[in-house]
């Protein structure tokens, strides 16, 4: 793209205050002593990822009548990392005041803070108000467009920049990646000379196709590269976890002379995800052996293995270990905790750590109405579900599926067609599964016909597990009547699909029997031989002693 196309920056100082330029960056390159201890604590915070801590620092020292002006910046980068805009707003708003928004520094932090927290236009109001831009200014604004999806704008400002660093082709790189755009972000990779790409510019491109789920061309490139660092190694781990490929992951894995706790998580969390449970708490033992301390993502994949093998003991000895350690109780880890004991049963616990939890996400919500309503306690998970939507958080589909399925199993007809619903409230659009749980509401009530008529007019198409809900409850009923209009639906079903579940036929046949039409009943079981089907004949296991 040529350069007259590119639209004109604004390189004009339309701000009054900014006239003090010159003082703001003399007063910031000369700090009284006081304040270098105040920015020493809060950048030592930063570094150590503690930005709440950095946050409760600055607001001490605000309150002691503590000058701002050199801790903008970083105070500003742990609003970034917390997505805290309100407050920095409220120091865009101090900066104004005092002036010292002009200076470079503050500028770019301002609207980095801005592009990290979604708010793109105010970031390039931000931009295209500093009277002093460099290229870490540029850079932040190019990220914060590429971050908002907004790839034509990013383009068109990187172009214009008269200096660009390898921190800006990777910023490119990373942009095109995150967006899908893999073809473009290997054009801007095969741009960067060779002596100015580094291990990150690598990193960034192999990460690239990994997260897109292109392993080959990934691993093509991993091959190459002249140095290899930590990120990239688990990118490798990852990627190929993703894609299910546990064989492939494992074996990059283990290429590895020497790896951190990073390498680790992403082992542990890979066997977690693709239901190796087993295997990522062996997993995690060994990486305790070799000597590595586990931290926030290493317990939440084992209490995840825990939660799906039902191990409470093991999930316990880990929630000690948690306290034991000190390792931190983030909104994660505390999820984790709820839907571990929640889905091994234990829901005094499960109830007592959410209880005590300051902010509760959606995740927390259904972890806990799951596993009222999966151990029975259909009521408990109703209340549960009407404090969370009178709480403001946003149910969301899982939500509705469990306390549907709550509702079917408890009796609750009533509330569950009214919950059911409340759907279109929150714009959610009914799955097979929520159609599901309501036909089978419907049906163990025995009102067949109104489930009937919710097929019928269902928008998706009937499957099995909807049929067979029908079915059961006809069964359960005696309701024959029903049985001669689903019989078409069988029909259909088992012709259109290959896999159409040939117990349908049973359950007629058995319908049939008990109401003494043993006409019919015969005719479903020759229509099931004629499939070729057949009973899977039983067994038995002799336990036999001696050798």
Not at 145 to 162: P, Q, V
Not at 276 to 303: I, Y
Not at 497 to 522: M, P, Q, T
């Amino acid at each position: 793209m040529k350069a007259r196309n590119i639209p004109q920056i604004n390189m004009k100082n339309n701000n009054p205050n900014c006239q003090i330029q010159s003082s703001g960056l003399s007063s910031l390159n000369n700090i009284t002593d006081p304040l270098t201890n105040w920015s020493y604590s809060i950048k030592n915070c930063i570094s150590q990822g503690k930005f709440k801590q950095a946050l409760l620092t600055y607001t001490h020292n605000r309150v002691n009548g503590s000058s701002i002006m050199g801790v903008v910046p970083l105070v500003l980068k742990a609003c970034a990392a917390l997505s805290m805009l309100s407050l920095g707003k409220s120091l865009h708003a101090e900066s104004m005041k005092s002036g010292f928004d002009c200076n470079v520094m503050v500028g770019t932090a301002l609207l980095d803070m801005y592009g990290k927290c979604g708010e793109i236009w105010s970031a390039r109001n931000v931009f295209d108000y500093m009277p002093e831009r460099n290229v870490i200014t540029w850079n932040a604004m190019v990220g914060g467009y590429m971050k908002s999806g907004d790839i034509k704008i990013a383009f068109l400002l990187f172009e214009n920049m008269s200096e660009k660093t390898i921190v800006t082709w990777n910023e490119m790189i990373y942009g095109y990646a995150r967006n899908g755009d893999m073809v473009m972000a290997r054009r801007f990779f095969n741009r960067v000379h060779d002596e100015l790409r580094n291990v990150v510019t690598w990193s960034v491109m192999v990460d690239g196709y990994a997260s897109n789920g292109d392993m080959d061309a990934a691993r093509e490139l991993f091959e190459i590269m002249p140095k290899r660092n930590f990120y990239v190694w688990s990118s490798m781990v990852s990627g190929y976890f993703k894609k299910g490929d546990v064989k492939s992951a494992k074996a990059v894995f283990d290429r590895m002379t020497t790896k951190n706790l990073v390498n680790w998580n992403s082992l542990i969390c890979g066997y977690t995800q693709n239901g190796l449970c087993e295997e990522a708490l062996e997993a995690f033992t060994k990486m305790q052996d070799e000597g590595f301390e586990p931290d926030e993502v290493t317990v939440v994949s084992v209490l995840s293995a825990c939660a799906q093998l039902a191990l409470l003991d093991v999930g316990k000895d880990i929630h000690e270990m948690i306290i034991q350690k000190g390792i931190k109780l983030n909104q994660y880890v505390l999820n984790g905790l709820v839907d571990m004991y929640a889905k091994c049963g234990d829901l005094s616990n499960a109830r007592l750590i959410f209880e005590g939890m300051l902010v509760k996400n959606d995740a927390a919500w259904n972890s806990l109405i799951t596993g009222f309503a999966n151990h029975g306690h259909c009521a408990e998970a109703i209340n549960f579900f009407e404090r969370m939507d009178s709480s403001g958080v946003k149910p969301n589909d899982i939500t509705f599926l469990s306390v549907l399925s709550a509702c079917a199993h408890g009796g609750f007809v009533e509330e569950g067609l009214e919950i059911f619903s409340r759907m279109e409230k929150y714009a959610l659009t009914p799955s097979i599964k929520h159609y599901g749980c309501l036909v089978d509401l419907l049906g163990r009530a025995g009102r067949l016909k109104e489930a009937c008529d919710l097929v019928e007019g269902m928008p998706v198409a009937l499957n099995d597990t909807i049929l067979g809900a029908l079915l059961g409850a006809c069964r359960v009923h005696s309701d024959t009547d029903v049985v001669e209009n689903l019989l078409k639906e069988v029909r259909k079903l088992n012709y259109s699909s290959d896999s159409g579940d040939d117990s349908h036929y049973v359950i007629l046949s058995n319908i049939y029997a008990a109401s003494e039409r043993w006409e019919k009943a015969e005719r479903m079981r020759f229509a099931l031989s004629n499939k070729g089907s057949q009973k899977t004949p039983g067994c038995s296991m002799v336990m036999l002693d001696g050798p």
